[in-house]
């Protein structure tokens, strides 16, 4: 029989401080870290001069206009998607919950094919952009999932994630049929699938920064409700819970937050369904360290796995999607294993 | 200006459906380009000017056509940094590679502070490049026309206009003559295979024309376009007199064709005509550039075994 | 001040399962509400809590109808401890009843030291402060189901709703759970509660007798177990031994 006593204070914001300061560190590593060398005084001289304005040679033009924002990109998509997957996983509680459930995904992918493989084409889709058609698309790929789900004012858990699924595959399918119209472009639209960070701009980063302003407060707010949720949903009304509007909510801003980060990132596998679970086993299920937690650890783990991305195998590099994979996929294999045994 | 002319131009072209019509008409375009030699800002591919202040000097070419481009036009001295397939010509091979236009080393690229990034237009390293303040032309020759139009646009960039049309004379001559050798012999009909799947290539691609210059008739007709993934029954309907596999370097050949039902009774396997490519041969007849007449020759050749 | 139906109706997929039904609780009573399965004693608690509209007729709380209340502000005064309860692995028991005072703080807020105290105090009455920092999964059915009193206590309501809270425990377990209830009534909370076990339920104060829908008998415990009564609701002969507690025995 186990232990694990109340948190003390000290305890608790030991594990906040420590994991803030990971995430620093693994920052200031990446920014280091690149196919052209650099050292940790060149980096922050380039990092001061971008702050200001300035770029004097290519040194500075590598860190702040390459690097920087790859960085702070790969940072921010992993805080977004492994808040996305919390909140999906309390929702639906369901702990194989990810993300990518009610489609969001496909539509990306979708969206961002489309915008490929016609974009040289049709004049509308080249101005809109490969990015900004994966996001709308992706949007309103899941606002189709919610409403085909819907029963009278209520969101059912079971009936989401079958709509999710059923038109998930279908855009799945579309996205492979589109391709095969133009071969020279379905080589791009597969790396575009695969997840990278190698085309990174600070727009992009403004973009996502954005969504996850918008919803990090909002996310710690609710991390009692993502309790409540866990009795049930008639427990956590009768508790006080507007269930349903809070379910409405939580999916509509975890999707925006998902929608965005696919759409500067491409589709980039278990960040959001292995770091919350990696923070349960270390620090416990309940949200309110979670949520915190997986926002940290989401931006270290895929800043790592961007950092291993381009160096394992420099000069070419691999999709990061394919390294989260690597170390996602075992990962949860042991979770589950431990699942097991534990019971 | 030039360059608004050759896109205006390249639309209409594409439109016409007769092909000799279309040679004409593209044949007096290049000639009024050639005319209205006045330089002005070069457009690529994706719509965008590309203006230097002065020619450019150190160029960076992510696309191997534009690599050999550069090379052609005397420039290769210009080249810092080539994509990693580029190989050839040889001197090349000391250049700093820097991935490919997909999966680009952009810290090594911006590293060697290039004037000028030459790639291609479906990538995204463009849309990448152009906030730094980088110039790029994104563009590649889709057909023979188009290789005479990039040459063009890639030798303003370096200020080598005159080696250009030296270059593109030589290039259309050698062509015609090609031609000529060609013009009293059988017409073969001739499948040419990408890969297994099996893509092919139509008329309208570029090895599609050169299959046309080389007086052989593809089987893959012109709607389908000009990498289409075709039925493998087209391929046993037309039963064609050649094969001509650009897969060969992967592993496809003679004996896997055959192996493909239904395809074992093909003529052109029954006859040894199926015609296995090297990787050299291969990208001599896929990289849309200045060694066109090269590729042209390679294939009239590969040809005199198979007609009929 | 009572917690009172009047004249509720309740369908389910075109099935009428409560027909007309008039029920009051008063602040100091413990309720026992049986019937045979089927008879709506549920859903009786489900248009008692608000989760649940009738068709027809009012639920009304104190005077006001029960959608009248913010859902928080009605989770201040009425708790339920639902029929089998869902305990989330990996909290402590400690967790669990914490979550009992989300009605009174809102979303940013931290639980305050009086928070704290009201946990405390929930626990102890009901026996569960020393698994306070175990995980519930490694409680047993009697302790978990202890453990979601005190939740419901800490909500600090004037009324306390328990469906059907001693089935799966341990006979022990379900005196002790009765026990609970009746100290409970008599501090003051009006308690209903669901029964399936016809002699636990002789213990309560009085009885409501549910058959398919509809209110047979109110009352005490021996105006309410009577053979004839019973046996008709309940489709088998029964047995009742009169007596100040009487007891009932299948016929």
Redesign the interface.
Same mark, same amino acid.
């Given at each position: 029989m186990n232990d694990r006593a109340g948190w003390p204070v000290l305890r608790r914001w030991t594990v906040r401080g420590a994991s803030l300061l990971s995430v620093t560190v693994v920052v200031a590593v990446a920014l280091t870290v690149g196919s052209v060398s650099t050292s940790p005084s060149e980096v922050a001289v380039a990092i001061a001069h971008g702050l200001r304005g300035r770029s004097d040679g290519a040194l500075d033009l590598i860190v702040w206009q390459v690097r920087a924002p790859r960085v702070l990109l790969a940072a921010t998509t992993g805080a977004a998607l492994a808040l996305a997957g919390t909140a999906y996983q309390a929702v639906f509680r369901n702990p194989l919950a990810d993300p990518y459930l009610l489609g969001a995904a496909s539509g990306a992918g979708f969206g961002a094919t489309l915008a490929l493989v016609y974009g040289a084409s049709n004049a509308w889709l080249g101005q809109l952009g490969v990015s900004a058609s994966a996001f709308l698309v992706a949007l309103a790929t899941v606002v189709a999932v919610v409403m085909l789900a819907r029963r009278g004012g209520r969101l059912p858990v079971v009936s989401l994630i079958l709509a999710g699924v059923v038109l998930g595959s279908s855009l799945s399918a579309a996205t492979s049929f589109v391709m095969l119209a133009d071969r020279e472009r379905t080589a791009g639209v597969l790396a575009w699938l695969l997840g990278s960070f190698s085309f990174a701009s600070w727009r992009d980063l403004a973009l996502l920064t954005a969504g996850l302003i918008v919803a990090v407060p909002g996310a710690l707010a609710a991390r009692r409700a993502f309790d409540l949720l866990l009795l049930g949903e008639t427990s956590a009304r009768q508790l006080g819970l507007p269930v349903e509007l809070f379910k409405w909510t939580v999916v509509l801003v975890a999707t925006l937050l998902t929608a965005a980060a696919v759409a500067v990132a491409g589709v980039i596998g278990f960040v959001g369904l292995v770091v919350p679970h990696a923070v349960r086993l270390a620090v416990g299920p309940e949200h309110r360290e979670l949520v915190p937690l997986s926002l940290l650890w989401g931006a270290a783990f895929l800043v790592l796995a961007d950092l291993v991305a381009r160096t394992l195998l420099a000069p070419t590099e691999l999709p990061v999607g394919i390294v989260t994979a690597l170390v996602g996929g075992p990962f949860f294999l042991l979770l589950l294993r431990h699942g097991r045994e534990a019971t | 200006m030039v360059g608004f002319v050759s896109l205006v131009s390249k639309r209409l072209v594409r439109m016409l459906p007769v092909r000799p019509a279309r040679a004409a008409l593209a044949a007096a375009a290049l000639v009024v380009l050639s005319a209205a030699a006045a330089q002005g800002p070069v457009v690529d591919?994706?719509g965008r000017e590309v203006t230097l202040a002065a020619p450019a000097m150190r160029v960076v070419a992510m696309v191997p056509s534009h690599t050999e481009t550069v090379c052609a036009l005397g420039a290769c001295d210009r080249l810092v940094g080539v994509d990693?397939f580029s190989d050839h010509p040889a001197q090349v091979g000391s250049l700093p590679?820097?991935?490919s236009a =997909?999966?680009?080393?952009?810290?090594?690229l911006?590293?060697?502070?290039p004037d000028l990034v030459l790639t291609d237009? /479906?990538?995204?390293?463009a849309?990448?490049l152009r906030?730094?303040g980088i110039a790029v032309y994104a563009g590649t020759p889709q057909t023979i026309d188009e290789i005479w139009e990039v040459t063009y646009e890639v030798a303003d960039l370096l200020g080598r206009r005159s080696e250009a049309a030296l270059l593109v004379g030589r290039a259309r001559g050698r062509l015609a003559a090609l031609s000529n050798t060609v013009e009293q012999l059988s017409i073969p009909s001739v499948f040419v295979e990408?890969d297994a799947s099996p /893509?092919a290539a139509g008329p309208d691609s570029y090895l599609g024309e050169l299959l046309d210059l080389a007086r052989a008739e593809n089987i893959v007709p012109a709607e389908l376009?000009a =990498?289409p993934?075709v039925d493998p029954e087209l391929v046993v309907a037309r039963d064609p007199d050649a094969i001509i596999l650009l897969d060969a370097p992967f592993g496809e050949s003679a004996a896997s064709v055959a192996a493909r039902p239904g395809w074992s009774e093909l003529q052109a396997v029954r006859n040894g005509a199926v015609l296995e490519l090297s990787q050299a041969q291969v990208n001599l007849l896929t990289r849309a550039g200045p060694r066109v007449a090269d590729a042209l020759e390679t294939l009239i050749e590969l040809l005199e075994a198979v007609r009929p | 001040m009572t917690l009172r139906l009047r004249g509720v109706h309740l369908a389910y997929d075109g099935a009428e399962v409560v027909r007309g039904v008039d029920l009051e609780l008063r602040p100091g009573e413990l309720v026992g509400l049986i019937g045979p399965n089927g008879a709506g004693k549920s859903s009786l608690v489900g248009l008692a809590s608000g989760i649940v509209r009738p068709k027809a007729g009012r639920a009304e709380l104190e005077g006001r109808p029960l959608q009248r209340y913010g859902r928080r502000e009605l989770a201040r005064k009425l708790a339920v401890v639902p029929q089998s309860p869902v305990l989330p692995r990996g909290f402590l028991a400690r967790s669990v009843v914490s979550m009992g005072r989300a009605p009174h703080l809102g979303f940013f807020a931290s639980e305050r030291v009086l928070d704290r105290r009201v946990v405390e105090e929930a626990m102890r009455r009901t026996d569960t402060w020393r698994y306070r920092d175990q995980p519930v999964e490694s409680l047993s059915g009697g302790e978990r189901q202890r453990v979601v009193l005190a939740r419901a206590l800490a909500q600090q309501p004037s009324w306390l709703l328990l469906d059907e809270p001693t089935t799966h425990l341990d006979l022990r377990f379900q005196a002790e759970m009765m026990r609970h209830a009746s100290r409970l009534a008599a501090e003051g909370l009006g308690v209903l509660a669901v029964l399936h076990d016809l002699n636990q339920a002789a213990g309560c104060e009085r009885l409501v007798l549910l058959d398919r829908g509809r209110i047979v008998a109110d009352g005490t415990p021996n105006e309410v177990l009577r053979e004839p009564l019973l046996a008709r609701v309940f489709a088998t002969p029964v047995q009742v031994r009169p007596g100040l507690r009487p007891v009932v025995l299948p016929g």
């Open positions: - | 591919d994706l990693m590679r820097l991935g =997909f999966d680009p080393d952009l810290e090594a911006l590293a060697l502070e237009e /479906y990538s995204g390293l849309e990448a906030p730094l990408l /893509y376009g =990498f993934l | -």
